[in-house]
Protein backbone atom coordinates (compact mmCIF):
# COMPACT_ATOMS: atom_id res chain seq x y z
CA UNK A 1 0.00 0.00 0.00
CA UNK A 2 1.60 3.13 -1.37
CA UNK A 3 0.22 6.09 0.67
CA UNK A 4 0.02 9.85 -0.92
CA UNK A 5 0.70 12.37 1.85
CA UNK A 6 -0.85 15.17 0.08
CA UNK A 7 -4.24 16.33 2.29
CA UNK A 8 -8.15 16.59 0.86
CA UNK A 9 -10.40 19.35 1.56
CA UNK A 10 -11.12 18.23 5.27
CA UNK A 11 -7.23 18.11 6.33
CA UNK A 12 -7.17 14.50 6.42
CA UNK A 13 -4.56 12.87 4.52
CA UNK A 14 -5.21 10.87 1.34
CA UNK A 15 -4.37 7.47 0.80
CA UNK A 16 -4.32 4.74 -1.29
CA UNK A 17 -2.85 5.67 -4.59
CA UNK A 18 -1.91 2.11 -5.69
CA UNK A 19 -2.77 -0.96 -3.96
CA UNK A 20 -0.14 -4.00 -4.36
CA UNK A 21 -1.79 -6.64 -7.24
CA UNK A 22 -3.42 -9.26 -5.51
CA UNK A 23 -4.66 -7.29 -2.50
CA UNK A 24 -8.29 -7.23 -1.67
CA UNK A 25 -9.45 -4.60 0.66
CA UNK A 26 -12.72 -6.99 1.35
CA UNK A 27 -11.20 -9.90 2.18
CA UNK A 28 -9.66 -7.67 4.95
CA UNK A 29 -12.82 -6.87 6.34
CA UNK A 30 -13.68 -10.69 6.11
CA UNK A 31 -10.37 -11.46 8.01
CA UNK A 32 -10.45 -8.76 10.22
CA UNK A 33 -14.07 -8.16 10.77
CA UNK A 34 -12.74 -4.33 10.52
CA UNK A 35 -14.76 -1.92 7.16
CA UNK A 36 -12.12 -1.44 4.92
CA UNK A 37 -13.08 1.75 4.01
CA UNK A 38 -13.23 2.62 7.91
CA UNK A 39 -10.49 1.40 10.47
CA UNK A 40 -8.26 0.09 7.92
CA UNK A 41 -7.66 3.28 5.80
CA UNK A 42 -7.79 5.81 8.64
CA UNK A 43 -4.73 3.66 10.58
CA UNK A 44 -2.82 3.31 7.24
CA UNK A 45 -3.48 7.23 6.57
CA UNK A 46 -2.10 7.88 10.09
CA UNK A 47 0.68 5.52 9.84
CA UNK A 48 2.14 6.58 6.47
CA UNK A 49 1.64 10.51 7.80
CA UNK A 50 4.07 10.59 11.28
CA UNK A 51 7.47 10.02 11.54
CA UNK A 52 8.86 6.89 13.34
CA UNK A 53 5.89 5.74 15.38
CA UNK A 54 5.79 3.65 18.03
CA UNK A 55 4.12 0.29 17.42
CA UNK A 56 2.55 -1.61 20.74
CA UNK A 57 2.44 -5.82 19.72
CA UNK A 58 0.44 -7.78 22.17
CA UNK A 59 1.51 -10.92 22.60
CA UNK A 60 -1.55 -12.73 20.98
CA UNK A 61 -0.13 -11.31 17.29
CA UNK A 62 3.62 -11.78 17.67
CA UNK A 63 3.47 -15.71 18.40
CA UNK A 64 1.74 -16.58 15.11
CA UNK A 65 4.53 -16.72 12.45
CA UNK A 66 2.64 -15.43 9.46
CA UNK A 67 1.77 -12.40 11.89
CA UNK A 68 5.67 -11.86 12.61
CA UNK A 69 5.94 -11.60 9.07
CA UNK A 70 3.22 -8.58 8.75
CA UNK A 71 4.51 -6.96 11.71
CA UNK A 72 8.30 -7.21 9.80
CA UNK A 73 6.18 -5.21 7.02
CA UNK A 74 4.05 -2.98 8.91
CA UNK A 75 7.99 -1.87 10.44
CA UNK A 76 9.52 -1.08 6.99
CA UNK A 77 6.36 0.69 5.74
CA UNK A 78 5.69 3.00 8.38
CA UNK A 79 9.70 3.37 9.34
CA UNK A 80 8.98 3.21 13.21
CA UNK A 81 9.49 0.41 15.74
CA UNK A 82 8.07 -2.29 17.59
CA UNK A 83 7.48 -2.91 21.09
CA UNK A 84 6.60 -6.44 21.55
CA UNK A 85 5.11 -6.98 24.70
CA UNK A 86 5.31 -9.58 26.85
CA UNK A 87 2.71 -12.35 28.35
CA UNK A 88 4.12 -12.01 31.75
CA UNK A 89 6.92 -10.48 33.97
CA UNK A 90 10.71 -11.75 32.29
CA UNK A 91 8.77 -13.04 28.83
CA UNK A 92 11.40 -11.64 27.39
CA UNK A 93 14.35 -13.03 28.79
CA UNK A 94 12.47 -16.74 28.36
CA UNK A 95 12.37 -16.29 24.72
CA UNK A 96 16.10 -14.39 24.76
CA UNK A 97 17.29 -18.16 26.32
CA UNK A 98 14.67 -20.56 24.66
CA UNK A 99 16.77 -21.85 21.64
CA UNK A 100 13.34 -23.68 19.80
CA UNK A 101 14.54 -26.77 20.62
CA UNK A 102 11.54 -27.95 23.27
CA UNK A 103 9.34 -30.76 22.54
CA UNK A 104 5.61 -29.98 22.15
CA UNK A 105 3.22 -31.09 25.10
CA UNK A 106 1.26 -33.28 23.12
CA UNK A 107 4.86 -35.12 21.83
CA UNK A 108 5.87 -35.33 25.66
CA UNK A 109 1.78 -37.01 26.66
CA UNK A 110 1.62 -39.50 23.81
CA UNK A 111 5.85 -40.76 24.29
CA UNK A 112 4.44 -40.87 27.99
CA UNK A 113 1.45 -43.19 26.89
CA UNK A 114 3.54 -45.34 24.60
CA UNK A 115 6.32 -45.93 27.35
CA UNK A 116 9.12 -43.97 25.83
CA UNK A 117 9.40 -41.79 28.33
CA UNK A 118 9.63 -43.10 31.77
CA UNK A 119 9.62 -40.28 34.10
CA UNK A 120 8.20 -36.68 34.05
CA UNK A 121 10.10 -34.07 35.83
CA UNK A 122 7.87 -30.32 35.55
CA UNK A 123 9.12 -26.80 37.40
CA UNK A 124 5.76 -25.41 37.41
CA UNK A 125 2.18 -26.13 36.87
CA UNK A 126 1.77 -28.25 33.72
CA UNK A 127 -1.68 -29.19 31.98
CA UNK A 128 -1.08 -32.73 32.45
CA UNK A 129 -4.16 -35.06 30.56
CA UNK A 130 -5.64 -37.21 33.19
CA UNK A 131 -5.14 -40.04 30.88
CA UNK A 132 -0.94 -39.50 31.08
CA UNK A 133 0.66 -41.04 34.37
CA UNK A 134 4.54 -41.34 33.91
CA UNK A 135 5.88 -44.16 36.07
CA UNK A 136 8.01 -41.65 38.21
CA UNK A 137 6.57 -37.66 38.29
CA UNK A 138 8.43 -35.43 40.13
CA UNK A 139 7.00 -31.50 41.02
CA UNK A 140 8.66 -28.66 41.73
CA UNK A 141 6.61 -25.42 42.55
CA UNK A 142 5.69 -22.54 45.19
CA UNK A 143 2.23 -24.24 45.90
CA UNK A 144 0.50 -27.61 45.64
CA UNK A 145 -1.86 -27.94 42.42
CA UNK A 146 -3.73 -30.83 40.56
CA UNK A 147 -0.64 -31.73 38.88
CA UNK A 148 1.48 -31.89 42.16
CA UNK A 149 -1.09 -33.92 43.62
CA UNK A 150 -0.28 -36.72 41.47
CA UNK A 151 3.45 -36.22 41.61
CA UNK A 152 5.63 -39.00 43.58
CA UNK A 153 8.32 -36.16 44.69
CA UNK A 154 7.32 -32.57 45.16
CA UNK A 155 10.44 -30.28 45.58
CA UNK A 156 8.67 -26.87 47.14
CA UNK A 157 10.14 -23.70 45.51
CA UNK A 158 11.30 -20.55 46.62
CA UNK A 159 8.77 -17.30 45.81
CA UNK A 160 9.79 -14.80 43.67
CA UNK A 161 10.46 -12.75 46.75
CA UNK A 162 12.46 -14.85 48.80
CA UNK A 163 15.69 -15.60 46.23
CA UNK A 164 17.37 -12.99 43.79
CA UNK A 165 18.70 -12.86 40.27
CA UNK A 166 17.51 -11.54 37.24
CA UNK A 167 15.08 -10.24 35.03
CA UNK A 168 14.42 -8.89 31.56
CA UNK A 169 11.86 -6.23 31.04
CA UNK A 170 9.66 -5.51 27.68
CA UNK A 171 12.20 -3.22 26.40
CA UNK A 172 15.38 -5.61 26.87
CA UNK A 173 16.64 -3.98 30.02
CA UNK A 174 18.13 -6.35 32.35
CA UNK A 175 17.41 -6.14 36.06
CA UNK A 176 18.46 -6.96 39.06
CA UNK A 177 15.97 -8.82 41.75
CA UNK A 178 16.67 -8.78 45.10
CA UNK A 179 15.77 -10.97 47.76
CA UNK A 180 13.35 -9.33 50.16
CA UNK A 181 12.51 -12.13 53.01
CA UNK A 182 13.75 -15.95 53.67
CA UNK A 183 12.33 -18.75 51.80
CA UNK A 184 9.78 -20.44 54.44
CA UNK A 185 9.91 -23.97 55.20
CA UNK A 186 12.01 -25.86 53.54
CA UNK A 187 11.61 -24.08 49.82
CA UNK A 188 14.56 -22.80 47.93
CA UNK A 189 15.26 -20.94 45.38
CA UNK A 190 15.13 -23.48 41.72
CA UNK A 191 18.64 -22.28 40.74
CA UNK A 192 19.98 -24.38 43.95
CA UNK A 193 17.43 -27.06 43.95
CA UNK A 194 18.99 -28.04 40.27
CA UNK A 195 22.46 -27.43 41.49
CA UNK A 196 21.87 -29.81 44.72
CA UNK A 197 20.28 -32.91 42.41
CA UNK A 198 23.08 -32.03 39.72
CA UNK A 199 26.08 -32.71 42.60
CA UNK A 200 24.06 -35.56 43.93
CA UNK A 201 23.67 -37.63 40.27
CA UNK A 202 27.63 -36.55 40.11
CA UNK A 203 27.10 -33.64 37.77
CA UNK A 204 30.10 -31.18 38.21
CA UNK A 205 28.68 -28.45 35.41
CA UNK A 206 26.06 -27.27 38.46
CA UNK A 207 28.40 -25.75 40.98
CA UNK A 208 27.22 -22.72 41.30
CA UNK A 209 26.80 -20.69 44.49
CA UNK A 210 25.34 -17.92 43.54
CA UNK A 211 22.91 -16.09 40.49
CA UNK A 212 25.54 -14.00 39.36
CA UNK A 213 27.75 -16.98 38.53
CA UNK A 214 24.79 -18.50 36.36
CA UNK A 215 24.60 -14.68 34.80
CA UNK A 216 28.39 -15.41 34.00
CA UNK A 217 27.49 -18.66 32.22
CA UNK A 218 24.41 -17.15 30.48
CA UNK A 219 26.75 -14.69 29.01
CA UNK A 220 29.38 -16.85 27.99
CA UNK A 221 26.50 -19.16 25.73
CA UNK A 222 24.09 -16.90 25.03
CA UNK A 223 24.63 -14.37 22.49
CA UNK A 224 21.62 -12.07 23.37
CA UNK A 225 23.17 -12.12 27.11
CA UNK A 226 26.83 -10.93 26.06
CA UNK A 227 26.69 -7.44 27.94
CA UNK A 228 25.16 -8.97 30.81
CA UNK A 229 27.65 -8.44 33.88
CA UNK A 230 26.36 -8.89 37.62
CA UNK A 231 29.07 -6.27 38.62
CA UNK A 232 27.78 -4.05 36.24
CA UNK A 233 24.10 -4.22 37.40
CA UNK A 234 24.94 -3.88 40.90
CA UNK A 235 26.73 -0.67 40.09
CA UNK A 236 23.21 0.71 38.71
CA UNK A 237 24.64 0.62 34.60
CA UNK A 238 22.11 0.28 32.35
CA UNK A 239 22.31 -3.08 30.51
CA UNK A 240 19.93 -4.39 27.32
CA UNK A 241 19.94 -7.37 25.41
CA UNK A 242 22.00 -7.68 22.02
CA UNK A 243 19.48 -7.79 19.52
CA UNK A 244 19.78 -9.49 16.53
CA UNK A 245 19.94 -8.02 13.36
CA UNK A 246 17.48 -8.66 10.78
CA UNK A 247 19.23 -10.45 7.55
CA UNK A 248 15.70 -9.90 5.41
CA UNK A 249 15.24 -6.82 3.48
CA UNK A 250 12.25 -6.20 1.27
CA UNK A 251 8.71 -7.28 2.04
CA UNK A 252 8.08 -10.68 2.56
CA UNK A 253 5.15 -12.01 0.72
CA UNK A 254 1.96 -13.16 3.18
CA UNK A 255 -0.01 -16.24 2.62
CA UNK A 256 -3.67 -15.98 2.82
CA UNK A 257 -5.56 -16.46 6.09
CA UNK A 258 -5.86 -20.36 6.98
CA UNK A 259 -9.41 -20.18 8.45
CA UNK A 260 -12.30 -17.52 8.02
CA UNK A 261 -14.98 -17.90 10.12
CA UNK A 262 -18.26 -17.58 8.61
CA UNK A 263 -21.75 -17.35 9.03
CA UNK A 264 -22.30 -21.40 9.59
CA UNK A 265 -19.18 -21.76 11.96
CA UNK A 266 -17.33 -19.90 14.39
CA UNK A 267 -13.69 -19.92 15.28
CA UNK A 268 -12.35 -20.77 19.13
CA UNK A 269 -9.78 -18.74 20.12
CA UNK A 270 -8.06 -20.18 23.10
CA UNK A 271 -6.19 -18.15 25.28
CA UNK A 272 -3.32 -17.74 27.60
CA UNK A 273 -5.03 -16.96 30.74
CA UNK A 274 -2.77 -14.89 33.61
CA UNK A 275 -5.50 -15.61 36.57
CA UNK A 276 -3.14 -17.74 38.59
CA UNK A 277 0.84 -17.52 40.65
CA UNK A 278 2.04 -20.76 39.46
CA UNK A 279 0.83 -23.32 40.77
CA UNK A 280 -2.17 -21.43 42.39
CA UNK A 281 -5.16 -20.12 40.48
CA UNK A 282 -6.09 -16.94 41.53
CA UNK A 283 -9.59 -17.60 41.61
CA UNK A 284 -9.43 -20.40 44.02
CA UNK A 285 -7.57 -17.74 46.14
CA UNK A 286 -10.72 -14.79 46.06
CA UNK A 287 -14.48 -15.65 45.58
CA UNK A 288 -14.84 -11.70 44.33
CA UNK A 289 -11.80 -12.40 41.94
CA UNK A 290 -14.07 -15.35 40.87
CA UNK A 291 -17.08 -13.39 40.23
CA UNK A 292 -15.36 -11.30 38.36
CA UNK A 293 -13.39 -13.52 36.22
CA UNK A 294 -14.92 -16.61 35.95
CA UNK A 295 -12.95 -19.26 34.28
CA UNK A 296 -15.54 -21.31 32.45
CA UNK A 297 -16.62 -17.74 30.48
CA UNK A 298 -17.44 -18.15 26.60
CA UNK A 299 -17.18 -14.57 24.91
CA UNK A 300 -18.83 -14.03 21.73
CA UNK A 301 -19.94 -11.16 20.10
CA UNK A 302 -23.79 -9.80 20.29
CA UNK A 303 -24.57 -10.57 16.63
CA UNK A 304 -23.06 -14.40 16.84
CA UNK A 305 -25.27 -14.29 20.16
CA UNK A 306 -28.83 -13.52 18.66
CA UNK A 307 -27.98 -15.70 14.90
CA UNK A 308 -27.54 -18.62 17.26
CA UNK A 309 -30.08 -17.60 19.86
CA UNK A 310 -28.16 -17.69 22.65
CA UNK A 311 -28.20 -15.35 26.10
CA UNK A 312 -25.89 -13.69 28.54
CA UNK A 313 -25.62 -16.21 31.13
CA UNK A 314 -27.05 -19.34 29.73
CA UNK A 315 -24.83 -22.74 30.22
CA UNK A 316 -23.67 -23.90 27.00
CA UNK A 317 -21.77 -26.81 25.37
CA UNK A 318 -19.52 -26.34 22.69
CA UNK A 319 -18.37 -28.74 20.22
CA UNK A 320 -15.20 -28.55 18.61
CA UNK A 321 -12.35 -30.71 16.71
CA UNK A 322 -11.64 -33.11 19.26
CA UNK A 323 -13.82 -33.07 21.85
CA UNK A 324 -17.18 -30.26 23.84
CA UNK A 325 -16.49 -29.03 26.86
CA UNK A 326 -18.78 -26.95 29.02
CA UNK A 327 -19.20 -23.33 29.49
CA UNK A 328 -21.09 -20.10 30.85
CA UNK A 329 -21.95 -17.56 27.43
CA UNK A 330 -20.75 -13.95 28.13
CA UNK A 331 -21.97 -11.59 25.14
CA UNK A 332 -19.41 -8.85 24.60
CA UNK A 333 -19.07 -6.15 22.79
CA UNK A 334 -15.09 -6.51 22.09
CA UNK A 335 -15.55 -9.94 20.37
CA UNK A 336 -15.33 -9.81 16.30
CA UNK A 337 -17.96 -11.57 14.73
CA UNK A 338 -17.06 -15.10 13.33
CA UNK A 339 -14.88 -15.77 16.69
CA UNK A 340 -15.35 -16.61 20.45
CA UNK A 341 -13.07 -16.78 23.10
CA UNK A 342 -12.05 -18.66 26.32
CA UNK A 343 -9.10 -18.24 28.68
CA UNK A 344 -7.48 -21.54 29.63
CA UNK A 345 -5.55 -21.54 33.11
CA UNK A 346 -2.01 -22.81 33.26
CA UNK A 347 -2.40 -26.45 35.30
CA UNK A 348 -6.00 -26.46 35.10
CA UNK A 349 -7.54 -27.74 31.90
CA UNK A 350 -11.37 -27.78 32.48
CA UNK A 351 -12.85 -30.85 30.47
CA UNK A 352 -9.43 -31.62 28.64
CA UNK A 353 -9.94 -28.57 26.53
CA UNK A 354 -6.12 -27.88 26.33
CA UNK A 355 -5.18 -31.25 25.78
CA UNK A 356 -7.33 -31.87 22.96
CA UNK A 357 -6.20 -28.76 20.95
CA UNK A 358 -2.71 -29.85 21.81
CA UNK A 359 -2.80 -33.02 20.20
CA UNK A 360 -4.49 -31.66 17.30
CA UNK A 361 -1.67 -29.26 17.34
CA UNK A 362 0.75 -31.88 16.57
CA UNK A 363 -1.18 -33.67 14.04
CA UNK A 364 -0.84 -30.63 12.08
CA UNK A 365 -3.78 -31.09 10.30
CA UNK A 366 -5.36 -28.25 8.17
CA UNK A 367 -8.17 -26.06 8.51
CA UNK A 368 -7.26 -24.31 11.55
CA UNK A 369 -4.36 -22.21 12.86
CA UNK A 370 -2.55 -23.21 15.88
CA UNK A 371 0.84 -21.78 18.17
CA UNK A 372 1.10 -22.41 21.64
CA UNK A 373 -0.10 -20.70 23.51
CA UNK A 374 -2.27 -19.35 21.99
CA UNK A 375 -4.92 -21.75 19.62
CA UNK A 376 -7.34 -21.15 17.08
CA UNK A 377 -9.88 -24.19 16.62
CA UNK A 378 -12.64 -24.46 14.18
CA UNK A 379 -15.98 -24.97 16.05
CA UNK A 380 -18.44 -27.71 15.09
CA UNK A 381 -21.36 -26.41 17.40
CA UNK A 382 -22.59 -23.89 20.49
CA UNK A 383 -25.87 -25.40 21.87
CA UNK A 384 -27.51 -24.15 24.87
CA UNK A 385 -28.59 -26.57 27.83
Excluded at 87 to 94: D, I, K, V, Y
Excluded at 225 to 244: H, I, K, V, Y
Amino acid sequence: LEADHSEDEEGTPAIVDEITPGFDLEKVKEATGIAADDLFIQAAAYLSSQTAPAILVSAETYTNPEALDALENLNRLAEGRLYPLGLESNHRGQMAVWDGSVKPFAEIWQGIRDGRIKALYCTAPVPLPEDVSPEFFVIQDTHMSHAAERADIIFPAAMPGESEGTMVNTEGRIQMCSRAVDAAGEAQPDWEIFAGLAGQMGNSDFKWTKPSAILSEMKKNLPAFSRASGSALGRGEDLFLEEREQDRTGLIPLKAPVLSPSQENLALCVLYGLNYFRGKTLQEESRGFAMVEYPRWLQISPGDAERLKLRDGQPVTLDYSTGSFSAVLKISKRVTPGFCFIDYLWGRDFDGLLSNALIEEAREQKGFVSHFPFLTLPVKTIRGE
